[in-house]
């Protein structure tokens, strides 16, 4: 069975589902090879037309983050943060006009995911946060688009107590844009597309450029400072701690 899944709604609008729902979607290698190879193949089939991705999770979440189980493997390390940041940099910088619908939990990468994107539709219940702290991890990478949406004192908040907070919250402080019943939540993003792609393409494209522009780093260049403490922090003894916790179902002993 494919880890990602991709739908063509229209000409315009591709639906791409992540698709481990037996491990909430939790992010391995190879989910996020197949959401990079799919974000680029949507980009070139729609390089002269105005396009769309709506990015959706199969199951009881839309994404919990890293698989910790694939995580404990140190060998992987480095690998997978560059595919993460990789894969927040496609996203944020395709042409196309990105949509997260999100159910259930957004957690960790997959609040990055979600916030990466340019416009967020979220479930009524679901819950949303950036725990990465509890598992001797820092929440480098997404981070890179926290401090673009929810001002520094809101980021502070969500980052250093690592708890989740509901949708309504969320909506508040800027990390999404509409909040929905569960039922509704493909019809919402799909309402979102429509509206979007009355827009000019280029008028379009140019728009997203000159967003990026205007902040005085890019997001590469956030991303590629963030990937360094990442990394760090995924080569320390707390995250060997805070991941063989996880795993093991246990509080981390983080005098070490």
Not at 199 to 216: F, H, N, V, Y
Request: hydrophobic letters at 45%.
């Amino acid at each position: 069975m494919p880890v990602v899944l991709i739908e063509k709604q229209t000409p315009q609008v591709t639906v791409v589902t992540l698709n481990r729902p037996e491990r909430r979607n939790a992010l391995t290698l190879e989910l996020l090879t197949e959401l990079c190879a799919a974000i680029k193949a949507a980009s070139v089939q729609s390089r002269k037309l105005s396009g769309v991705i709506i990015f959706r999770g199969e199951g009881v979440a839309f994404c919990t983050g890293l698989d910790l189980k694939e995580a404990a493997d140190r060998t992987k390390a480095h690998e997978t943060a560059q595919m993460v940041a990789n894969t927040l940099i496609t996203i944020s910088q395709t042409h196309l006009i990105t949509i997260a619908a999100v159910h259930g939990a957004a957690v960790a990468g997959g609040a990055g995911i979600m916030s990466a994107c340019d416009f967020v539709v979220a479930a009524r219940g679901t819950k949303i946060g950036y725990p990465e702290v509890r598992r001797g991890l820092v929440a480098g990478l997404v981070m890179t688009f926290l401090r673009r949406q929810v001002g520094e004192r809101n980021m502070r908040e969500l980052l250093l107590s690592s708890e989740l907070i509901d949708a309504e919250r969320a909506r508040e402080i800027g990390l999404v844009n509409r909040v929905v019943a569960k039922d509704d939540l493909m019809s919402e993003a799909l309402k979102f597309a429509q509206s979007a792609l009355q827009g000019a393409p280029g008028a379009l494209a140019q728009t997203k450029r000159l967003i990026e522009e205007l902040w005085g780093r890019s997001v590469k260049e956030d991303v590629d400072l963030a990937l360094r403490y990442h990394i760090q922090a995924r080569e320390s003894a707390e995250a060997r701690e805070g991941i063989a916790a996880f795993n093991e179902k246990r509080k981390p002993n983080w005098v070490l």
